[in-house]
């Protein structure tokens, strides 16, 4: 995604190894460069960078706000980089809604108009959006506020009713844009704590934006952290933190609460290693069932290492990791719990990769694919499946 | 540094305009005139205090019970001060104006709003249309529009255009971006965007801007006023120039009150019609406790309801009690239309509304309009205004005279004891001429306060009268304009203080002051302007009997002045009635200045009677009979015209076949006639006596003056003399008298008849040959071309004869009025000569429309000639 004069030329001479620096000397400003990214249906994709990191300007490809320069945007099977203006909007008014960091509540229309706003749109008759309204307002939690006005609500309650017009079209993807950003801390924490929520249930597709990275490594299935207009890691909470990219994504995990974001099953060890060695009550621990029994807790992988420390302290057994039948899988030692504390790079050995929690693959997925400039030749070639999408910036 | 001409360029293409786009402008003009007549003729019709009622209910709808209060006491103060016309005239036009502004300005607001390079190519566009001073395009307004209200909508639409167009680009980029993305995210088509999420929130600053334009419209109508857009503007105008404080206050105050009315209910207007400003009301009013009542407004349909009802009331009223209108009080103008303009001094004044009235009574339908002098003429030479009736000439309106005189005609002037001075008030008692002036100018702080730096007498004053009175280092005159001349003298005058203005009389200044002028002993103020009648190009031949009563109009001093007194004491708006006591007091007046065409001819007594009236072929015949006939027919005869030979007539006079001729030409010519029949003839009396039968030639034959001149260079004119019909006096007295006398009897005299030799005397003439022909006086043909009657110093050509009427013995019994007529009536040569030469003009069949022609400019000659009592 180039902006500025004679974008094509940028995109030209970025593909000959220019960097942004010198596009940007010539008043041309390359905002989002080589970004591919894959959403799945039902998942949180959480997108982290700071403010010119090009974050923004990728969403606003993704519901075609914004036009890439070179590559593609596919979702749900349709290319919508190539569709009429017309058609792109009517993807818009029915399967993607979006929510605004500043709420973007129009103040000429009361909580119900706004919550409505979608449905008007789309020219559903009155009564029937002004059901859907009410619903997703309940939904929200802001029952009984359909007759208020927005600049009559607080923060947290406006961007409420920001979620309930996103919800209330019954999108299939959400794009988010920073949209806690602007609420206070307390606030920010409920909000996310109810898109969570709200999630179980709703199973949407998330693309969220956010600068904050305790946000996404809270609300996040998947991070893609962006640098200058690239995407410098994608991977789960845990990739980010454990295994950054590099010194950048490192220096900006550095700030992160890992004790609330680390499991215990990104940083235990095999159990087998607990094997043989003496309980402080003398037994000896032979098989894994001893190891259960002895352990000062059985904890799930799951599990955030901020409880582990409380177990680990008051016995020299490791804490014991059981899968979901209880089998024991693996043991956090009280070293390794400190270790994995001091960022570095994860302790002595690499911890096992998490299994995978995701769902079986979908039989349709959201792929948001940036493929940057040097791939745009390739990205139509792609050999994604049906119902992938490959979107260039 | 070249010059550039860009003052020269701007002139040109005005011009190139004018004589180019006069459709287009005149579509404009059509189109506007026909929107502001609409609005006018809806907001005209009430009664005032309706309207004012309905102007309440929209404030108690907009603002509440106080605003309705407040609201309704203004308006019925407006009307209280006689100024409700003007206020209606006013908002009509501020009406069309906004509405046009404003379906221009909002969607090219919103234009530049959305696109970077429109806003940028309108701004220095809007800037240019709102910094250029409002007076420079008024006149070029006035030339593509002619006078009246139309340059002025234009000016204010210029003027008052930017702030709706920036306000209007300002509230939608304002807009915040977020919410406009978001309409988009939600797939939302740009143009529904665009009215349902950026005008909506725009609103707020849109109706700021309208709320501009209709303030800015407000400020305008005073300049408009002096294009002649009438209304307030037209007030201010007329008390501005004539330092009429009195006026001024409350065409002013109507001015505040509807601009406050205006400003208040355009700033309540978002309030109902925005989504936020409803909201902003809403929550103000939560907030407030108690005296709900005074904030309690009518739903819209409520006040719908009442301001339909009052419309209909007013209507019902209009319909009811519409009167039936004057009968129609004269019938030359036949409800034409002619409009009066003048620059608002008081003789402008004066002879204006004496016009208007005169006009009135004559069956026209004059319409006046005071106009700056700048306006005036440029409106007139465009056409606009038919006639104005105190241009000062040729020294004060010289600029505009130069500049225009190819399209105006000059009327004559109508008074001459006009005078140019410098005047100090009589308390400066040292001062009785320009040159006590001299050494005195710290006395005067060295000023002199001057009028308009381009009209006549500030010219004449710096370039001459300071020069020949040594004043020129000592006196700086400062340009300035009347008005402000007028204010600073009752400034002055008020505190006694010393000062010198340049004055000029008839001036209402002398009446209101006690001024002394300075004597000009040297003349450099030169001799006083006339104060001229101007129509415009083309006025004298579309009305010509009224071009006719206004080159004849002539005021003394003394009616001058008790006209002004009259118009004086009737007040402002009550101009006509001052004229109509003044003319009670001046009975006859108006027949002597209009002597009607035709409508108000009495009868004669012996109306109906036809006489049978001779005459021969010869101009002066024909002239007066013809002039005659219709004379006659005014009076209700119906003549019977027969023209004759000589001969003929005379003989059937003496048998009374013909009742008279008016073209006896005794005691010489038709002696014999005269000797043959007179028993059956009375010589009813002459009109004319300064005939003479004469040889005359073409004065570019210098040597021939006198009948032996003539003989001594017989051979130039191939020795022949160019006669008449044979048997007439003339010839046989050339024959048996002169020709004898002075030797002429080797000259062949040719005798092929009037009409022969007045032909040849024209081809002579043209091709410069000498050429000796028969003719007398009076005879158009002096008047035509250059000739010399040759002298008779034998006097072998006889007494002169007179031309006299001729009738029937029993004409006198038979027509005793029109006996009496001819017997007192008399014409002098110019009379005569105009009168031959209008008939000549109009070509033969057309006499009575050349008779008529002169009629009309002769006003009073019908009554002069033919008086009934």
Redesign the interface.
């Known amino acids: 995604m180039v902006f500025g004069r004679r974008p094509k030329d940028a995109v030209r001479r970025l593909q000959e190894g220019a960097d942004r620096d010198e596009l940007r000397a010539e008043g041309t400003t390359a905002a989002v460069i080589d970004a591919s990214i894959e959403v799945d249906e039902g998942q949180i994709f959480v997108v982290m960078g700071l403010s010119g990191s090009g974050k923004s300007t990728l969403l606003r490809t993704l519901?075609g706000?914004l036009e890439p320069t070179a590559g593609t945007v596919r979702f749900d099977g349709e290319d919508l980089t190539s569709l009429s203006a017309k058609d792109?909007?009517?993807?818009?008014?029915?399967k993607?809604?979006?929510v605004?960091?500043?709420f973007?509540l129009?103040?000429?229309?009361s909580v119900l108009e706004n919550a409505a706003?979608?449905l008007e749109?789309?020219g559903v008759p009155r009564a029937e959006r002004e059901k859907r309204a009410y619903e997703a307002l309940e939904l929200t939690g802001l029952k009984g506020w359909e007759k208020s006005?927005p600049?009559e609500l607080s923060g947290g309650m406006q961007q409420r009713v920001g979620l309930a017009?996103a919800l209330a079209?019954d999108a299939d993807l959400l794009?988010m844009d920073e949209s806690f950003s602007a609420l206070d801390p307390l606030i920010r924490r409920d909000m996310q704590d109810q898109l969570l929520e709200l999630q179980k249930t709703l199973k949407k597709t998330i693309v969220f934006i956010t600068h904050d990275l305790n946000e996404a490594m809270r609300l996040g299935d998947k991070i893609a952290v962006m640098r200058d207009g690239r995407i410098v890691q994608i991977g789960s909470a845990e990739d980010i933190l454990v295994r950054p990219a590099n010194d950048y994504v490192a220096s900006f995990t550095q700030d992160v609460d890992r004790t609330r974001v680390l499991t215990a099953g990104a940083i235990m060890t095999c159990a087998d290693e607990v094997l043989g060695t003496t309980a402080p009550d003398g037994k000896k621990i032979a098989t894994l069932d001893d190891f259960l029994a002895a352990a000062p807790a059985v904890v799930g992988e799951d599990t955030p290492i901020v409880d582990l420390f409380t177990p680990c302290s008051v016995s020299t057994v490791p804490v014991a990791v059981a899968d979901k039948a209880g089998k024991a899988v693996g043991a956090v030692r009280a070293d390794r719990l400190l270790a994995a504390l001091g960022e570095d790079d994860g302790g002595p050995a690499a911890p096992a990769p998490r299994p995978a929690t995701d769902p079986a693959p979908a039989d349709r997925l959201t792929k948001a694919a940036a493929a940057d400039a040097k791939k745009d030749a390739e990205a139509p070639e792609d050999n994604d499946p049906e119902g992938k999408v490959s979107a260039g910036a | 540094m070249p010059r550039i001409q860009i003052g020269s360029w701007a002139s040109d293409a005005v011009d190139w305009l004018t004589n180019n786009a006069a459709w287009l402008f005149d579509f404009v003009t059509h189109v506007l005139n026909g929107f502001y007549t609409g609005i006018h003729a809806v907001l005209a019709g009430p009664e005032p205090l309706i309207l004012a009622g309905i102007f309440a209910i929209i404030a108690w709808w907009l603002r509440g019970l106080p605003a309705a209060v407040l609201t309704f006491l203004g308006f019925a103060l407006i009307d209280s001060i006689e100024q409700w016309d003007e206020t209606i005239s006013s908002l009509s036009l501020v009406l069309v104006a906004c509405i046009i502004t404003i379906v221009v300005a909002v969607p090219l607001g919103i234009w530049a709003a959305r696109s970077r390079a429109v806003g940028g190519a309108l701004r220095p566009v809007l800037d240019l249309m709102q910094t250029m001073p409002a007076m420079v395009y008024l006149i070029p307004g006035i030339l593509f529009f002619g006078l009246g209200v139309v340059p002025g909508i234009v000016s204010t639409i210029v003027f008052s255009m930017p702030p709706a167009v920036r306000m209007t680009e300002l509230g939608i980029r304002q807009v915040?971006e977020?919410?406009v993305?978001?309409?988009?995210?939600?797939?939302?088509?740009p143009r529904?965007t665009l009215f349902r999420?950026q005008l909506?929130?725009a609103l707020p600053t849109i109706m700021a801007g309208v709320n501009q334009v209709i303030m800015l419209a407000l400020s305008m109508v005073v300049i408009a006023g002096t294009a002649g857009g009438g209304g307030l503007g037209g007030s201010v105008y007329q008390s501005l120039s004539s330092v009429d404080v009195k006026l001024g206050a409350e065409a002013g105050l109507s001015v505040v009150i509807l601009a406050v009315y205006l400003d208040r209910m355009t700033g309540a207007l978002n309030q109902r019609v925005?989504?936020?400003g409803r909201?902003a009301l809403a929550k103000a009013q939560a907030a407030l406790g108690g005296m709900k009542f005074l904030r309690w407004k009518p739903a819209t349909s409520l006040a719908t309801v009442g301001v339909v009802v009052l419309a209909l009331v007013a209507g019902g009223m209009g319909y009811f009690g519409k009167d039936s209108g004057g009968a129609a009080a004269g019938n030359d103008g036949h409800g034409r239309s002619i409009s009066l303009g003048y620059v608002n001094w008081d003789e402008g004044r004066a002879t204006t509304f004496l016009w208007k009235e005169i006009l009135e009574q004559r069956g026209f339908k004059p319409k006046v309009q005071a106009l700056e002098a700048g306006p005036l003429f440029a409106g007139q030479a465009r056409g606009d205004i038919d006639v104005q009736s105190n241009a000062w000439l040729p020294t004060t309106h010289e600029a505009y005279w130069k500049q225009y005189k190819d399209k105006l005609e000059d009327l004559g002037a109508w008074y001459d004891k006009t005078s140019l001075e410098i005047a100090v008030p009589s308390y400066m008692k040292d001062f009785k001429s320009l040159e006590d002036l001299k050494g005195k100018g710290s006395t005067f702080g060295g000023k002199i306060i001057g009028i308009e730096p381009g009209a006549g007498e500030m010219k004449i004053l710096k370039d001459k009268v300071l020069k020949e009175y040594g004043l020129s280092g000592e006196y700086k005159v400062q340009d300035s304009t009347t008005a402000s001349m007028l204010a600073e003298l009752q400034r002055a005058y008020a505190k006694k203080k010393p000062i010198a203005v340049p004055l000029w009389s008839p001036h209402w200044a002398y009446n209101k002051y006690d001024l002394t002028k300075l004597k000009d002993p040297k003349g450099a103020f030169g001799s006083g302007d006339s104060l001229h009648m101007l129509g415009r190009k083309g006025f004298s031949k579309d009305e010509p009997l009224v071009a006719g009563w206004m080159k004849n109009f002539h005021l003394d001093e003394d009616q001058l002045t008790s006209l002004e007194n009259e118009i004086q004491t009737a007040g402002i708006g009550h101009e006509q009635e001052g004229v109509r006591a003044w003319l009670k007091k001046n009975p006859g007046l108006v027949d002597k200045i209009a002597p009607s065409s035709h409508a108000d001819y009495a009868k004669g007594k012996d109306a109906g009677k036809a006489p049978d009236i001779g005459f021969p072929a010869w101009d002066e015949g024909i002239a007066t009979t013809y002039l005659w006939k219709n004379v006659l027919e005014k009076r209700g005869y119906k003549p019977k015209l027969h023209n004759l030979d000589v001969g003929p007539m005379w003989t059937g006079l003496s048998t009374g076949q013909i009742d008279v001729e008016t073209d006896g030409w005794l005691p010489v010519a038709q002696k014999q006639y005269w000797d043959k029949y007179k028993k059956d003839l009375v010589d009813v009396g002459p009109w004319y006596d300064k005939t003479s039968l004469e040889i005359a030639v073409p004065s570019y034959v210098k040597d021939v003056k006198t009948l032996d001149d003539l003989r001594k260079h017989k051979d130039e004119f191939g020795g022949k003399i160019i006669g008449i019909e044979p048997g007439t006096g003339e010839m046989k007295r050339l024959k048996s008298t002169v020709a004898p006398a002075y030797g002429l009897d080797g000259f062949q005299v040719t005798s092929a008849g009037t009409s022969g030799m007045l032909a040849e005397l024209q081809r002579a003439y043209g091709k410069k040959e000498p050429i000796a022909v028969v003719l007398w006086s009076p005879h158009w043909a002096y008047s035509k071309y250059d000739l010399t009657k040759l002298k008779d110093p034998k006097g072998t050509w006889g007494a002169e004869n007179h031309i006299t009427s001729i009738g029937n013995k029993s004409f006198p019994k038979e027509f005793p009025e029109f006996h009496g007529w001819l017997k007192n009536w008399k014409m002098t040569p110019d009379e005569l000569n105009s009168l031959e030469k209008d008939i000549q003009d109009a070509g033969k069949g057309n006499e009575d429309k050349g008779v008529q022609k002169w009629i009309d400019a002769h006003p009073g000659i019908v009554d002069k000639m033919a008086p009934v009592k």
Request: hydrophobic content about 40%; proline content about 6%; overall charge positive.
């Open positions: 519901n706000l792109l909007r009517k993807v818009r008014s029915e993607i809604s979006m605004f960091q500043h973007a129009f103040p000429h229309r706003y979608g749109v789309q006005w600049d017009r079209t794009l | 915040d977020e919410l993305e978001a309409a988009e995210a939600f797939g939302t088509h529904r999420v909506p929130l925005s989504p936020l909201r």
